[in-house]
């Protein structure tokens, strides 16, 4: 299954930047959020994944136990949604995504290679 990705989500709102970082259920980018003028992460989840409901689930979970939290070490949780996008061969796929905040500096797999 091969996806056309979007460079904007949610009508134009986040518009979609340079991939960040990529990790077993979803890539990262950085993103602008146009109707507040800010920049922020998107997290998508991978293509193969959108349509495994165990995947999903875990994926809703983590957006939802994250946004419940306020602890200055978490990253925010701005917003969540699911992008229709169309395969190469026509088809809609539902393509869930978080928007968090963004935190410029490195990440920790760079950390803990120094």
Do not use: C, W
């Not at 602008?32 to 995947?55: E, P, Q, S, W, Y």
């Not at 701005?78 to 996008?85: A, K, Q, T």
């Amino acid at each position: 299954m091969n996806i056309n990705m979007p460079t904007s989500l949610a009508g134009g709102r986040y518009q979609l930047g340079q991939l960040i970082g990529r990790g077993g259920m979803a890539e990262v980018h950085v993103a602008t959020d146009t109707r507040l003028g800010r920049t922020v992460a998107v997290k998508i989840m991978r293509a193969d994944f959108a349509n495994d409901h165990i995947f999903l689930e875990r994926f809703r979970r983590e957006a939802h136990s994250v946004a419940q939290m306020n602890n200055p070490n978490i990253v925010n949780i701005y917003d969540s949604g699911e992008e229709v996008v169309t395969t190469e061969t026509g088809q809609s796929e539902h393509l869930p995504y978080l928007v968090m905040e963004y935190v410029k500096g490195q990440t920790l797999r760079d950390i803990l290679k120094a």
